[in-house]
Structure formats: C-alpha cells, structure tokens
C-alpha cells in the first residue's frame, strides 16, 4: 500500500476508470501478519497494540494475490495521533485500482490482537475445519484447525463462543501454536461474554484466583487475553481468549500417575447436561456431577461416594460425629475453605451447584477432595437481590462447609476460615486491587476502540467500557463479609 496521494492524482485515476460493485481487494497484511476484514463494512482491522502512545509504528501493509491491483492511502492517517486513532477507531480510507477500475476501502487500526477464523461449512456444536490465523504486534500464526461452539449461556445468542483446536496432517492430529498473548497451546476459547456486557467478569474472576492459587496446581488460573475476532469475513466483535482445561495435563500436575488413580467431577444443572455421565445432586434438584476423567471405565463414579455420603448426612447433633468424620478424612480444609471464600468474595452466585471441579486424589489409600472454578461470569455483583436491582450480599449456599463450621470441624475450620479471610483481605480481596484491575481491562477495551466497535454490533449503539458496577459491589460487599466472617471467629 502506497503513502497518501495527491487529491488531484486520485481524480485522475478515478477518472480513467470505471467503479467496480465488488471489492478489488479483501486480504490486506502488516509485515505478513493477515488483517481482519469485515465485507459487509469493506473494513480491514490491523492491530498495532497500545503501547505505541501517540506516535505511529511502522507499518507494511500488502495485498498477497491481488495481482495487477494497486493501492494508495486516500486518508493521511499521520495526521492524528495513534492513540487518538486507536481509541476513536477513526476509518482510513485506501483506494484500490487497477488499469480499468478502482474501489474503496477502509482500514481501521485496533489495539487489540485480531484472530481471523474462516471455515468451510457453518460452524455448530460439531468439528468444523477451520483455517485461523492471528496476528498481534509481538507476532502471528496461521494455523489449521478445528473449531466448534461452546456454553450454554451463548447457545441462544447471536454472538457465539468458540474453542479452536489446532491441528496438523491429513488425520487432523493435535498440533502447537504459539499463540500471541497466551504462548505455546494446543487450542484456546474465545467466550462471547453475552451473559457480561462489562466483557470484565470472566478475566477479573480468573485474575483474582491467580492471586490465591498457585499456577501449577490442578484446574489452576487460566490465562486470557482480549481479542477481536472475524468469522468468515464478519466482524464478531471483543472475546476473552483463554486457554482451555485439559483434564490429563492438569491432573500430570499432581505426579504423572495421577491420571490412573484420580478422579475429576464437575457440578452442572441437568439442563444443559451433554454426552457426559452424571449422578444427581442429593442436595439441590436439578444439578448434577458430571464426570470429566475417571482411570477406569464402569466405575466413573466410585471416586465420588464418600463426598455424596457426605453431603448427605442428615442434620443433627447425632449425625454431626460421623460428618465431621468424614470431612478430616476425605476434605482438603485448605482447599475448601480457600474455594467458599473466593465465591463469597466475588459474589459468585454459579460457582458452586454449577461450573465447580471437585477433584478426588487418591493419596495414602484414601481419597481427599480438592475444588476449582470454571466459567465465572455470573459474578461481581451481576447476582440482584430479587425485584429490587440492589446488590446480593448475603452468603451463598455450600451445604458441606456451612456444616462444617456450624459444627467447627476438627475445632480449626472457624479459626481456618477467619485468618485466611483476613490475608485474602489485606493482599486480594480489597478495594484498590480490584479498582486497579478493572481499571486496566476498562484501558484494554477503550483505549484499543475494541470495546465501542463490539456494542455497536451487538447493541446497535457505541458503548464505552464501564466497571463501575463492580467496584461499587466490591465496596460494598467486602466490609459487609469481614462483619459476617468475623463472627465465625467468636
């Protein structure tokens, strides 16, 4: 793509030629790194990050296989500063032209890395070949792949999630891309965020846990990353890409024998129940355990009956002996009470009958049950309390740890609770730390322009980014569990 033209040798061209109904040109690189392209707008999107400030990167835009096409800016985009251009998405416009016709397109230059997903039939809950390519300022890759939808919450919306895996070979064997922003990965998850219009929650949640949990531990914090994404030359709009969980790798982490002896169980309404085999949940209608990985078949669910008697255990003081029993031998205090916290203090009102781990380790003959969380959208306040539109700050239900510091298991749960409680305080679940996060996504999301172009989209209106929501909840929410677990220390 040539530097700007003289207006006057524009006319010129355009006079010599006839407008073409159809786009000359609809891939577009920057240094061999592919664009995104919406046909609908004729609008290619080139990503050059948010720390270029107000001064222009360099840029290498070509057109590869446009053959006896040439292309100029129209529009002098070193006019503006960068970080202007970014955050208000202005459109450049290119012109295009061969020796019997010229076109127009625009380029506009986002902040954020652009995945480029196009695939050879309509894209379902079944594998669907892909061909991807992503492209950000510290690099890019093409790849193969394939590619399917995903969630529940999504299933109903427009704007649909995705996992891509990458394949290689004639019998689409797994493959490894280096993936810009998450690095070496053999697939990735890019969620719509439809059930969050801050596109906040999901990242903040997985922020948070980093914070509390150690990164190598089984079903730890994943990372992720904003992006926009172009399906089949349709602009899709911001996705948080996140890399999946994958069961083997996770439980390797715990000792490569880990597979053959634990079990892995996910807690699900029976709703959106897939393939999977499942048991009940005894203590809410409904939901369900899913198994994820059991080492032998015939017996998925054998891991699980110690927690199941567990929880149902009938109340009362007669019963509480054999509970408390059950709890010292088979729960990891630690585990559990770090999990309750971490749910409380991001109002996470679909992270314990839905979208929990319970993991079963076998370790010196017996099994211990260890948790995580998964898909945590539905957090940081979005939980109303009832008709009212005001904040839910009450506890949410965990029956087995309720009981356990009803009954102060061991006689250390209350004590447990209460200490790591006030070190989550001090380090995690405060005021600032949240407000300097959200402060950093609301920067990824303007600054970049990603965030306006996604609700104009799928909202019809250009929105800017806002999570004044949820630091509001959390300075509200916070004071209100140091009071609620404050008594459990008396």
Same mark, same amino acid.
Request: hydrophobic share 40%; charged share 25%; net charge negative.
């Given at each position: 793509v040539?530097?700007?033209m ?6 010129a061209?355009?006079?010599?030629r ?5 786009p000359?040109?609809t891939v577009?690189?920057?240094?061999g790194?592919r664009?995104?392209y ?5 609008t290619?999107y080139?990503p050059?990050g948010?720390?270029?400030g107000?001064e222009w990167?360099?840029?290498?835009l070509?057109?590869p296989g446009a053959?006896?096409?040439?292309l ?5 985009y070193?006019?503006?500063w960068?970080s202007?251009?970014?955050r208000?998405g202005?459109?450049?416009?290119i012109?295009t032209?061969?020796d019997t016709?010229?076109a127009?397109a625009?380029i506009?230059f986002t902040?954020l890395p ?8 309509a894209v379902s809950?079944e ?10 300022p510290?690099?890019g890759?093409?790849?193969r792949?394939?590619?399917h ?9 427009e704007k649909k999630?995705?996992k ?5 070979g004639?019998?689409n064997a797994g493959?490894?891309a280096?993936?810009?922003?998450l690095?070496q ?5 890019l969620l ?5 219009s ?8 997985w922020?948070?846990y980093a914070?509390i949990a150690?990164e190598?531990?089984?079903y730890g914090?994943r ?5 926009e994404l172009f399906?089949n030359d349709?602009?899709a ?7 999946p969980?994958?069961d083997?790798?996770?439980l390797?982490?715990r000792?490569?024998n880990? =597979?053959?002896t634990d079990?892995?169980?996910r807690t699900a ?12 949940n005894?203590m809410?209608?409904?939901s ?5 990985h059991a080492p ?8 699980l009956? =110690?927690?199941?008697a567990?929880?149902q255990? =009938?109340?009362?003081?007669?019963y509480?002996?054999e509970?408390e029993?059950?709890?010292?031998e088979?729960?990891?205090l ?8 971490f749910?409380q203090?991001?109002?996470m009102?679909?992270?314990?009958f ?6 079963a380790h076998?370790?010196n ?7 995580a ?10 939980y ?5 539109g005001?904040?839910?700050h009450?506890l949410?239900s965990?029956n087995?740890v309720?009981?356990?510091?009803e009954?102060d ?8 609770l209460?200490?790591?409680w006030a070190?989550m305080?001090?380090?995690v ?7 300097r996060l ?6 990824e999301?303007?600054?970049?322009g ?5 609700a104009?989209?799928?909202?019809g209106e250009?929105y800017l980014?806002?999570?004044y929501?949820?630091?509001t909840f959390?300075?509200e929410?916070f ?6 677990f404050a008594?459990?220390a008396?």
């Open positions: 040539a530097p700007v003289e207006i006057e040798e524009i006319w061209i355009e006079d010599a006839v407008e073409s109904d159809a000359l040109v577009l690189e920057n240094h790194m664009l995104g919406d046909e609908a707008e004729n290619f080139c050059i948010l720390e270029t107000d990167p360099q840029l290498h070509t057109a053959k006896g096409v040439q100029v800016f129209v529009d002098d070193s006019y503006d960068c202007d251009a970014l208000d202005y459109p450049y416009q012109l032209y061969t016709e010229f127009y625009q506009v902040g652009v995945i480029v997903m196009e695939t050879e039939a809950y594998d669907t070949a892909a061909q991807v390519t992503m492209a950000s510290e690099g890759v093409a790849a792949a394939m590619t939808l995903r969630g529940a919450g999504s299933a109903f919306s999630s995705y891509i895996d990458f394949v290689h004639q019998k493959a490894i280096d993936v810009p922003g690095g990965a053999d697939d990735i998850i719509a965020g439809v059930m969050d801050s596109l906040m929650r999901d990242r903040l949640s922020d948070v914070m150690g190598n531990e089984p914090p990372r992720t990353q904003y992006v399906v349709r602009y709009g911001v996705y948080i890409m996140m890399e969980v994958d083997g790798e996770e390797q982490k000792g490569a880990a =597979p053959a079990s892995v169980y309404q029976l709703e959106y129940a897939g393939e999977r085999a499942y048991v009940e005894p809410r209608e409904g369900i355990y899913e198994i994820y032998a078949s015939g017996h998925e669910f054998d891991a009956a =110690p927690y199941l567990l929880e255990l =009938p109340d009362g003081e007669e509480d002996a509970f029993r059950l709890v010292m088979h729960i990891d630690e585990s559990i009470l770090r999990y309750y916290l749910v203090g991001g109002g009102s679909d992270n314990v839905n979208n929990m781990y319970v993991l076998r370790e003959g017996r099994t211990v049950y260890r948790f969380p998964w898909d945590m959208d539905l957090t940081w306040g979005r109303k309390n009832g008709d009212s005001d904040f839910y009450d949410f965990f087995v309720e009981r356990m510091l009954i298991a061991g006689g250390v749960t209350r004590a447990m209460t200490q790591m070190d305080r001090e380090t679940f405060n005021e600032e730390n949240i407000q959200v402060d950093g996504y609301v920067n999301l303007d600054a970049s990603a965030y306006m172009r996604d104009l989209r799928w909202r250009a980014a806002d999570g929501e949820i630091t959390a300075a929410h004071p209100i569990l140091d009071d609620t008594g459990f008396q």
